[in-house]
């Protein structure tokens, strides 16, 4: 018997070792990719399918337009264009940015004489073509920035005031790919002190506390790593970086945690540490994973909408829920058995007294007489609990996804200064126009009489549009012509980057006006795509697709909302399944996902109020209501907060099954399983809050309005309904929780070291 055992456990120390040694090799492919990751993920979003995805190609591909990408240099402090000097500036300005390698072109008011390139308040501007060849478009922004800095010092003699700026949509999400960086940086450093607090404050022991902090922050480098080498093949966004810290400080931290936790309970219950390993790689081990499978579940979800963003957060998500298991399941049994009883090494505060498993009181006395209150007036606990849970979940239904119009960008990036600068000259509508293209039957080019005709037609339709600050086209290149000969005098730069190389399709750019909101562009997008093109243009068999910064977002929108039900739908019934495999009970499948869509109608409840409406925005630093919800932060919220929320009901559910496989009574083993949980959930849920509530003070608002989704869900989860409204339903329900499969099984014990 004895020789048995020893066999049996040198078997387990081998097995826990080879794995160990499995996942220290992933980890040790992966750590070196993880400091290129920025580098190689993208701030613009992809919508496959995209209208205003296609623009953008054709502008680049059909019309070979050197300003299909392109952005602005803000001049303010030089003298009138008009003047002598003034167009000497200019000439000196355009002539430099034309020599800068990756410029295809460059365009003033000396080469366009029109109103655009002059501010009302003065100042003037350039719009700067791109093609960065074998480079990243965004690989030229330090290049102009390094060159408007030399020129406006060779200019500062002359001009004291002068001052120039870069912005467009190439060079703000330049910087907001480096704001991105910063706040993952400064999160992290919020994040990672209180978390080490909260850790020491839950185990007592530094070494303890050190390694759910160790598995968290490996598994988000490994993410990165594993981020980085995707996005040679994928199109992955800047947001990775957000969501693979915050979820990996998160996810890894409260894995982890179980994991340490249940090995300590062992090891005081009087298992030798391999036994212990065992017990936690088992019992805790499969907890974890059944958790982490409901995670995946809502993470996968997200890869069936065909947008980048939501996809690159979905691949996020799975890479940090994988390596966070794979950590827990393959490296932690393995240390924590080689560590035993110096787990409880360094200690920060005296050790409590561990009584045996056969004493119902073996956990903590607070929790025990709380789970007695609970379990002897359930209906009382859940009408005191529930009520106010569904009034706030009652305010989601007054959601309204859109682009805020908030001004959400970071105000001390340059080209937002810039941009704030091209407002106050009124000319913000060149950085987010609607580019149209129109294109006509063979027989109705737009050169030819009837086609020139057409394009007129639209022009003069959207002259008339308030909507429209400038319009820019063919035939007001012209100034409003009759014929088409008079497009021979247009530059031709300017010329061909109105009409396509075919001949069939021509550009018509609509400047917004400076009072119109993100969302009133959003609506005429929608407006132009549906308008009758051809009673327009008189052309039958006219096609207008509609491109640009607003168009994009239009795109996003409507994505978003066909794709939240299927998200939805997918992810409620994912995981019910994966529930139904893991606890083989229907009445706490059900229950699970009843009370995770509490948790989650609370938390929008909670962002409509706070942020949509405005009470309590300023303490995110926002000076108001922002009106509307980011399309991206519900699907995504729930995607996440699906999968998080059900961390803790696993935790509760299986620990009470546990019990009562035990011999415990059905009150009884609530009791005792809300009194070996509760702590274990409060710790992990005051980290994850922490975690998320670092990202709330950020940069971002779409990031802030996600972290405080999550936050407050995870607060919500974690107190109200895993700690009052959870077990009071386990008490109602009696044996009816472990329906239709009953109590089966049972644990395999190992043999406990003398006393």
Known sequence: MVMSSLKTGHDSGRRRFWLAMSGFVMALALLPFSYKVERRLETTAHIKGGESEQVDLELAQRFQSPYAQRLVLVISGIPDPDSAKGADALGFLTSSLRSIPGVSGAVSSLDWP??????????????????????????LVPKL??????????????????????????????????????????????????????????????????????????????????????????????????????????????????????????????????????????????????????????????????????????????????????????????????????????????????????????????????????????????????????????????????????????????????????????RSGIVQSLRLILELPPQSPPLSPAGWLAVSRLTKRFQGDPRAQEVLSLPTLTGMSDTADAVNDVPEAIRKSFLGRDGQATLIELLPSATLSPNEQIRWVREVRSSDVAAMTGVPGAVLRVGGVSALDADYDAVVKKRLPRVVLGVVLGSLLALLIGLRSLFAAVKAILLNVLSVGSSFGALVVVFQEGHGSRLFGLNGPTGTVYPIVPILSFAIVFGLSMDYEVFLVAR????????????????????????????????????????????????????????????????????????????????????????????????????
């Open 656 to 755: 009470v099954l546990e019990e009562r496989r035990r011999g415990l009574s059905e009150r009884s083993a609530v009791i005792e399983g809300l009194a070996r949980t509760a702590g274990l959930i409060t710790s992990a849920a005051a980290i994850m809050i922490a975690v998320f509530t670092a990202f709330t003070v950020g940069s971002f608002l779409v990031v802030q309005m996600l972290g405080f989704t999550l936050a407050v869900a995870v607060f919500i989860d974690a107190t109200v309904v895993r700690v009052v409204v959870g077990p009071a339903l386990l008490q109602l329900a009696g044996d009816w929780n472990w329906w239709p499969f009953g109590l089966y099984g049972a644990p395999a014990e190992c043999e406990k070291e003398p006393l």
């Open 114 to 139: 029109d109103p655009l390139f002059t501010g009302d308040n003065g100042g003037a501007l350039i719009i700067v073509g791109l093609d960065p060849h074998e480079e990243t478009v965004e690989a």
């Open 145 to 426: 920035r390094a060159k408007a800095d030399w020129m406006e010092g060779q200019l500062r003699r002359q001009y004291p005031n002068i001052k120039l700026g870069i912005t467009g949509e190439t060079p703000l999400t330049f910087d907001l790919r480096k704001v991105s960086a910063d706040d993952v940086t400064h999160a992290e450093e919020r994040a990672m002190p209180v978390t080490l607090v909260l850790l020491l404050l839950a185990f007592g022991s530094l070494v303890a506390a050190l390694l759910p902090l160790g598995v968290g922050v490996l598994s988000i480098s490994m993410a990165m790593g594993a981020a980085a080498l995707l996005a040679h093949y994928l199109h992955l966004s800047i947001l990775v970086q957000n969501l693979a810290t915050m979820l990996g400080l998160g996810l890894g931290i409260d894995y982890a945690l179980l994991m340490v936790s249940r090995f300590r309970e062992a090891l005081n219950e009087g298992y030798d540490p391999g036994c212990a390993a065992d017990i936690a790689a088992g019992q805790a081990g499969r907890t974890l994973i059944i958790s982490a499978t409901t995670v995946a579940i809502g993470f996968s979800a997200l890869l069936t909408v065909p947008i980048s963003e939501l996809r690159s957060i979905g691949i996020a998500g799975l890479l940090v829920t994988v390596l966070s298991v794979m950590l827990c399941t393959f490296v932690l049994p393995w240390v924590l058995g080689l560590l035993g009883h110096r787990i409880n090494a360094a200690r920060v505060r005296p050790a409590r007294r561990f009584e045996t498993r056969e004493s119902l009181c073996a956990a903590s006395e607070r929790w025990v007489r709380w789970g007695s209150i609970i379990t002897r007036r359930p209906w009382t606990a859940l009408l005191v609990a529930g009520i106010p849970l569904l009034i706030l979940a009652f305010q989601a239904r007054r959601i309204s996804p859109g682009i805020p119009d908030h001004d959400s960008l970071p105000a001390a990036a340059e080209s937002v200064q810039a941009l704030h600068t091209l407002q106050g000259m009124g």
